[in-house]
């Protein structure tokens, strides 16, 4: 499921491999998404400023998609 809220980020740099960190950091954040569901440990994030627990279930993991949303 997609999420309109949140959108891939974009390298405004010129260097190829700076252009290649943003989808970089979205396959990672999934990675970590699903590793977190499949042993039943809860991410750590930061919204609103906030570092809060959000426990992650195979549910959890199929709303977030894989559009790097979550």
Same mark, same amino acid.
């Given at each position: 499921?997609?999420? @309109?809220?949140?959108? !891939? ?10 252009? #290649?960190? @943003? ?5 990672? #954040?999934?990675? #970590? ?23 992650? !279930? ?13």
């Amino acid at each position: 499921m997609s999420n @309109p809220e949140h959108t !891939t980020p974009v390298s405004n740099l010129q260097d190829d491999d700076m252009q #290649a960190v @943003p989808h970089a950091l979205v396959r990672a #954040a999934q990675r #970590a998404r699903e590793i977190a569901a499949r042993t039943g440990t809860p991410l750590i994030v930061s919204r609103a400023g906030q570092v809060v627990e959000c426990p992650m !279930t195979d549910r959890n993991l199929e709303q977030a998609g894989t559009d790097g949303s979550g």
